[in-house]
Nanobody, 118 residues
Framework: QVQLVESGGGLVQPGGSLRLSCAAS????????EGWYRQAPGKQRELVAA???????AYADSVKGRFTISRDNAKNTVYLQMNSLKPEDTAVYYC????????????WGQGTHVTVSS
């Protein structure tokens, strides 16, 4: 059974940093493209970072230059390094494997909460 487990969220002040982790069981991240999504209160879930099999990355304009997605194949874990955090980054963050159209492929994990506030 495939399971995604996100972790690393928390409360951080504006300008701070967090690194989110997504561990997978039942599936090898290395053979799929991955993405990090987020859902802010009252808003739709959005894709903020994608990592293609080629190693190319793509980011939503709102996080470009501040967030970095990466993968550790040995640990079967995907990361999202978030720097220069802003209050508008407050959301629940989820990882998933991407379909060719960048839609999510698997059932969602529990997500990890990120709150950016002073």
């Amino acid at each position: 059974q495939v399971q995604l487990v996100e972790s690393g969220g928390g409360l951080v002040q504006p300008g701070g940093s967090l690194r989110l982790s997504c561990a997978a069981s039942g599936i090898m991240f290395s053979i799929y493209p991955e993405g990090w999504y987020r859902q802010a209160p009252g808003k739709q879930r959005e894709l903020v970072a994608a990592l293609r099999l080629t190693g190319n990355t793509a980011y939503a304009d709102s996080v470009k230059g501040r967030f970095t997605i990466s993968r550790d194949n040995a640990k079967n874990t995907v990361y999202l390094q978030m720097n220069s955090l802003k209050p508008e980054d407050t959301a629940v963050y989820y990882c998933n494997i991407l379909n060719p159209d960048s839609s999510p492929r698997l059932a969602w994990g529990q997500g990890t909460h990120v709150t950016v506030s002073s």
